[in-house]
């Protein structure tokens, strides 16, 4: 099973795009990577998944290298409101799921 | 459309005592999952069922925890007796069902003290 290894905390100023990073070294070839953003008193909530190269949606992009041994959750243009614990998770499909220890992100003005 | 429902939202009990912990997942939701989350990590399977089966208990505590969900919709899970290492949040997530990829919906939590 993989284990996802990320930073603990990051901070990043309003209006500049924010990178986190997610390694995943032991990743299986059919294993999808999955991020989800947590507020405090919350549940997460689902941001976006893929299994390799770059998927796009409306709030992120995820960009997964062909060795797929990390990924990395990119948020273009971040606000305040952006200010969360970001997990990584990595699942199989018999439903073994991985779930990283969190980024804490601060977005300051 | 309503989201998962979880309640209570907070709970403090005195150790060795009993505690449950309800929700009710999002309508026509076949899979449902109880989480642990300790402070500063990420959440931590305890039971997943499909339907009323609980299709993967293998980290449940079963010497004191036990989960129901007898109809296949809601799902109650208890603590019996609660020691103080039990203080966390309680998560609950559901899912349409049918692939492990499916994207989670998740309750609030219930956040439970032990003292």
């Known amino acids: 099973l993989a284990k996802t290894t990320q930073p603990i905390s990051m901070d990043s100023y309003e209006g500049q795009e924010v990178n986190i990073t997610c390694s995943h070294n032991n990743i299986a070839t059919n294993d999808y990577i999955t991020w989800y953003q947590q507020f405090p008193s919350q549940g997460p909530r689902f941001i976006i998944q893929?299994?390799?190269?770059?998927v796009t949606n409306e709030v992120a992009s995820l960009f997964i290298p062909a060795d797929r041994k990390s990924s990395t959750l990119s948020l273009p243009r971040v606000s305040l409101s952006d200010t969360a614990v970001y997990y990584c998770?990595?699942?199989?499909?018999?439903?073994?799921?991985?779930w990283g220890a969190g980024t804490k992100l601060i977005i300051k003005p | 459309e309503a989201g998962v429902v979880q309640s209570p939202r907070y709970k403090i009990i005195e150790k060795k005592q009993p505690v449950a912990f309800w929700c009710n997942p999002i309508?026509?939701?076949?899979?449902l999952y109880w989480y642990l989350q300790n402070l500063g990590q990420g959440p931590e399977l305890l039971i997943r069922y499909e339907n009323e089966e609980a299709v993967d208990d293998s980290q449940l505590p079963k010497d004191r925890f036990s989960a129901e969900r007898l109809k296949g919709v809601d799902s109650t899970l208890k603590i019996q007796p609660a020691e103080l290492g039990d203080s966390a949040v309680y998560l609950c997530?559901?899912?349409?069902?049918?692939?492990?990829?499916?994207?989670?919906?998740f309750g609030p939590g219930t956040r439970l003290t032990v003292l």
């Open positions: 309508s026509g939701h076949n899979t």
């Open positions: 998770l990595v699942g199989d499909s018999n439903y073994q799921l991985i």
């Open positions: 893929g299994y390799k190269t770059k």
């Open positions: 997530a559901s899912t349409p069902g049918g692939q492990s990829s499916d994207t989670q919906y």
